[in-house]
Each structure stands twice: as C-alpha cells, then as structure tokens.
C-alpha cells in the first residue's frame, strides 16, 4: 500500500537533552504492514532518561514515545486478516517487540527478549523507517507487535492510560496473584501506583494505598479510583496504621511503585507471613538499605516487575467497562514544540500528574 504522499512530524531527541521537530515521508505498507495515526501518547517517568541519553538501549537520533493511542492510517491485507483490525479502528499496540525468536520470547516471557525492542527507545530515526515513537503524527508498527483493538466511543484520556494500567495488571494480577479478598498495600500515589489501585480493587481486593502528606491530592483520587483506606507514611507509624486497617493481619500483597529509597524496607514490615512483595519502582541504580530477615524469618516471596507482558488485554476491559475514571490521570498536554518541557517536568515531578503530548491532527 502507496503511502507516498504522507508525512510524519515527529519530535527527535538528539540523546543529549537537544530536540527538533522533524518531517519524515511515511513508508510504504506491505500487506503483513500497520500504521497508525497517533490521537495521543503518554509521557513516561522513563522518558527523561531516554532524552538524555540515560537508557541503555536507545539509539538516536530518535523519534521518542511508547505509550500512545491511535487509529488505524493503512493496514496490510493480511495484517487486516491477523489482527482483526481495519482502517479507522481505534487500537493500541504493546511497547515491547518481541523477536519470537530468542529463549525467553519462546518460553512466552517476551518483555524479557534478549533483543531488548521498544517503541521510542531502541529504533533510531536514521534506519529508513525512522517513525518509531509515539510523539508525531503517525507511528510504523512491526509484524511481529501485539495489538489490541480499543473501542473507539472510551474518551482519549482513558484509552492513553492503557500502556500504564497493563504495567499495573502485570504487577498486580500475573505476578502479585492477588484475589479476591486479598488485602494489598500500593506504595506511591503516582500514575503507575494509581493504576495498580485500579485493577486491585477490579481484582476484588480491599486496597491500602500509601504516600506521603505532599501527595494528598493524588491520594484522594486514589480513593476515587478504588482505595479503601489511605496511609501517609510520614504522618505517624505506618506499621501501626496498616496494623489497626487490618486488625494485625497485615498485608497479603504490597506494590512498590514509588521508586522511593526507604519503601523498600517499610514494605517487607507491612506483609503478612508468606506475604508477596512486587518491586516495580526503580530508585535510580542507587543502593539501599533493607530489613532483609523480614524475608527468610516469614517466608516472604520478592517478585521483580518489568513490563507489561500480558497486561494490555485486560486492560483494555478496564477501560472499555469506564468503571474508573482513569482520565483524571491527564493532567498536562503539550504539543510536538512543547514535548521537551513536557519531559522536563515530568523529571522535576512539576506535572500535576500525568503529562501527554498531542500531535497536530491529520
């Protein structure tokens, strides 16, 4: 399929915090081939590292972006055979590219391929596709992604937080295995913690969520979203608050999504015996200190999170079934011309808390 006269405007990072706005002609679509128009694209806590050169697998020049949302622009005929999906459609497609082809793609742990492919980290603009990222007009998709079809009436900003909820169900569903009835603590109100939250509550969980007096705006959100109890951690004993919440049973499962140096060791004080510990947060490759017997003396399980790998089909249900008002999370929208504040906030944490960048409509 001819795309000749398309062009893409998209923002490129230079890897050393530089940027432009750059026009790109849009490739020809084979017939396995998927472009997408991009309606929005999230900014993630992980793009100051990729803009200035932080991530270990980005190549630049690069079209940066890797949680957008977007419509069908062309499609392949037997792409549109596979994926179920035609023009105007309303889809996402999962971060990861998966190579299908290396050891851990075949035991089905793909977020951990050994080719290490992202959408706005590792393709850079110079390869001859060049639009590999969410923030420009049109995003190229690779055979080998996963899609998922969006149902097209969900408001933009609940379908542009789907990238983050399906981090959220991997860490709460696939690898915390929380149940119903289970009592789970969330530590950090952010967008991810806010998210996991959600599907906590979707779960059937009874939902702690933990920050400190600073975040009281986003803890009351938490609670619109599903918390049933909220703890600041800096205000009192935690321990004793998760204590008197549940009548000394503890916790059955804790989420670290902060990324905070102390959470880490509060968590493993808050589980129950034989509890589950999720660590998602990252803390900067700093090192930090630990209760360690916490974990032999009850037996407690600690689980590292990455990625969204199994995440993105529920989802997808999650938003569809417009329970939660996940949109609230869109705080701040910039423009391809602005996106570089955009990143530059969201490292200072000036957002209110979730920052998108919007693309010029075509």
């Given amino acids: 399929m001819k795309n000749t006269r398309l062009k893409s405007y998209s923002f490129v990072a230079d890897g050393k915090g530089g940027s432009s706005v750059q026009e790109f002609p849009v490739p020809d679509i084979p ?8 309606e929005m694209c999230g900014i ?55 190579c299908a082809r290396c050891e851990w793609c075949r035991r089905g742990a793909y977020n951990l391929c050994t080719r290490s492919e992202q959408y706005g980290v590792s393709r850079p603009a110079t390869d001859g596709i060049a639009i590999w990222g969410g923030y420009g007009n049109y995003i190229y998709i690779d055979p080998r992604s996963l899609t998922h ?29 929380v149940g119903v009835g289970d009592v789970v603590g969330i530590q950090g109100p952010g967008a991810q913690g806010l998210c996991s939250t959600v599907v906590a509550k979707h779960l059937g969980a ?9 975040d009281r705006s986003r803890m009351e959100l938490g609670r619109a979203l599903g918390a049933d ?3 600041l951690v800096d205000e009192g004993s935690p321990v004793e608050a998760v204590q008197h919440i549940t009548s000394g049973h503890m916790l059955d499962v804790c989420l670290e999504n902060s990324g905070a140096a102390a959470a880490a060791a509060l968590g493993l004080k808050l589980l129950r015996p034989r509890g589950r510990y999720v660590l998602s947060g990252y803390t900067g490759d700093r090192e930090i200190a630990i209760p ?17 790998a199994y995440g993105f089909g529920p989802s997808v249900r999650i938003i569809a079934e417009g329970r939660y008002p996940l949109e609230r999370l869109v705080t701040d929208r910039f423009t391809l011309e602005t996106a570089a504040q955009g990143i530059e906030k969201t490292a200072a944490g000036t957002v209110g808390l979730k920052g998108v960048v919007v693309p010029p409509k075509v």
């Fill in 292 to 308: 360690k017997d916490e974990i032999p003396k009850k037996e407690l399980e600690v689980i590292g999170g990455w990625g969204q």
């Fill in 31 to 38: 017939a396995d081939g998927l472009l997408m128009t991009v």
């Fill in 229 to 231: 109890h909220l703890v």
């Fill in 206 to 214: 009874e939902v702690i969520l933990l920050g400190i007096q600073k």
């Fill in 44 to 98: 993630c806590g992980g793009d100051p590292y990729i803009f200035r050169g932080g991530h270990p697998h980005s190549k630049y020049p690069l079209v940066m972006g890797h949680e957008m949302i977007g419509r069908v622009a062309a499609i392949g005929k037997e792409a549109a055979r596979e994926r179920g999906l035609k023009e105007g459609d309303r889809f996402v497609v999962e971060v990861m590219i998966p």
């Fill in 149 to 177: 079809k969006v149902p097209g009436d969900v408001p933009v900003e609940r379908a542009v937080t789907i990238a983050v909820l399906a981090n959220a169900v991997r860490w709460t569903q696939v690898l915390g295995k």
